[in-house]
């Protein structure tokens, strides 16, 4: 088990990580948002487990909300010679591409590989307790990640998330070359490389998919987007 691991909320600590995991071999990442406690979710930390050519890891919990420039994590992200390891990647790639324009490529999603090969329980404490006999902690699965400070286990918990991936996708990469899956794999994952979040809807768009804004007059359109409008402002204001 990882000791208690650092928030780096400072963008000189931000950097030297990245300098050091720009020479790894993969790069184990996951994300906690806040969508259960804010208005308008956003990405709340990101963590991320290097896995290095000589066998050697670091582990790193990064504050995006306290980072005043977090766009130096981009190339490390996109890196074709570093493997990035996800699991459940799909909500993680979006938050990531929703918020800062992030693209991660190549991919190694340890859920999909999972199903690939038939196991039957594929979420990620099912597959550590499956594979290495460990009951993972997911008692802060629903807390805000917004709030600061965040507590020794609180950062435990995040860390333990890309903790294993290595582990977990060593032995389904073998899994897959078994199965004969691995083509596939491949093309699951070209798939995931290419997610794009959906663009979203105007204010008018929002406002006409209203339940009877069809039967109302543009003039009461107006209205109806001028409350609309004054609606988001004091939602955002009160972040829920």
Not at 174 to 190: C, I, K, N, P, V
Request: net charge negative; hydrophobic share 40%.
């Amino acid at each position: 088990m990882p000791e208690s691991t650092p928030l780096i909320a400072e963008q000189a600590p931000f950097l030297a990580l990245l300098r050091r995991f720009a020479t790894c071999r993969e790069l184990a990442i996951d994300t906690e948002a806040n969508s259960l406690h804010a208005y308008r979710e956003q990405v709340c930390l990101i963590q991320m487990t290097a896995r290095f050519a000589d066998g050697s890891r670091e582990h790193a919990i990064i504050d995006p909300l306290a980072i005043e420039e977090l766009s130096p994590l981009a190339p490390l992200l996109a890196d074709p010679a570093i493997l990035k390891i996800l699991h459940g990647s799909s909500y993680d790639l979006l938050c990531l591409r929703r918020d800062y324009g992030f693209h991660l490529a190549p991919l190694f999603d340890t859920q999909v590989a999972a199903q690939l090969v038939g196991i039957a329980r594929f979420g990620l404490a099912d597959l550590v307790r499956h594979y290495f006999e460990i009951s993972l902690d997911k008692r802060f699965q629903k807390c805000d990640w917004g709030q600061r400070p965040l507590s020794d286990e609180q950062r435990l918990y995040a860390i333990l998330d890309t903790y294993y991936l290595h582990d977990l996708y060593d032995r389904l990469r073998e899994a897959l070359t078994a199965s004969g899956r691995g083509d596939q794999m491949a093309e699951e994952m070209e798939l995931l490389e290419q997610i794009e979040p959906t663009p979203p809807l105007s204010d008018a768009d929002r406002v006409r998919r209203i339940r009877g804004a069809a039967r109302l007059t543009e003039v009461q359109l107006k209205v109806l987007l001028s409350l609309w409008r004054t609606r988001e402002r004091l939602a955002e204001g009160l972040a829920r």
